[in-house]
């Protein structure tokens, strides 16, 4: 049986239809769900195998980015904490990062503090370009098994600074090798470089590039022809393998 993939979305979502077609070219089954669905008790969370927060400025970036989306989630939590705890595949990704910051579930902590934030870039505007990341082999994360040293993803954001409460904070990413990848070139002044975090599980990450931008190989700047497929497929891959 397939694995289902949750796709959760909201107002001005919009990267959900690409992230669906990535789980469902992995494998998986995907169904994008707005989160009023889930609210008014039309869909469970628990339902599905895997949960995907897309790409996309959500309820208009209001307050500051996935803030609003965030506080939706958080009256959600008991299906979301039981989600996580149950080791089940979590994915945010730049708009679904920073909603996984500001509900506190990334970094993760035992109180369920926020213990982060996702800030205005340094250069103080909107960046899109292509990005060279860093994978770090020692970390947990299911999503990034596999990858090669070095890749290529696409960013398209506002507020991607991501910023730790404090300095113990950080080392404890750094240490618990809980950052699965670095900027080789950092754009907007993450602290150390941090592209993105996940558990000590592995089962949530938050990135700011978007994988599902660059899944096949011409997507990516080079149009690596004797490659089908990009790096952007294996973090989907991995979760659909992981579930099944």
């Not at 494998?27 to 009023?36: L, P, R």
């Not at 208009?60 to 996580?84: P, T, V």
């Amino acid at each position: 049986m397939k694995p289902k993939a949750l796709i959760l979305r909201g107002a001005a979502t919009n990267c959900d239809m690409e992230t669906a077609a990535a789980f469902n070219y992995c494998g998986a089954k995907a169904e994008t769900v707005h989160i009023n669905e889930i609210l008014k008790g039309f869909k469970k969370i628990s339902d599905y195998d895997i949960l995907a927060l897309p790409g996309g400025f959500s309820y208009g970036d209001d307050i500051s980015a996935g803030q609003i989306f965030a506080l939706k989630i958080r009256s959600l939590k008991k299906d979301f904490e039981n989600f996580i705890k149950a080791g089940k595949p979590v994915i945010g990704i730049c708009n679904g990062f920073q909603v996984l910051v500001k509900t506190g579930y990334l970094p993760e902590n035992p109180c369920g503090e926020r213990r982060a934030t996702l800030f205005l870039n340094d250069c103080g505007r909107f960046i899109c370009k292509w990005v060279k990341l860093k994978v770090n082999p020692k970390s947990p994360c299911i999503f990034t098994k596999g990858l090669p040293e070095e890749i290529e993803l696409p960013i398209a954001h506002g507020e991607g600074k991501f910023l730790p409460r404090d300095k113990k904070d950080l080392e404890a990413i750094l240490a618990g090798n809980l950052a699965p990848v670095f900027y080789v070139e950092n754009p907007n002044g993450s602290a150390a470089d941090i592209a993105g975090i996940c558990s000590s599980r592995g089962n949530v990450l938050g990135l700011m590039p978007h994988p599902e931008r660059n899944f096949f190989g011409v997507q990516g700047q080079k149009k690596e022809g004797k490659n089908f497929l990009s790096a952007g497929f294996m973090f989907f891959k991995n979760a659909v393998d992981y579930c099944s």
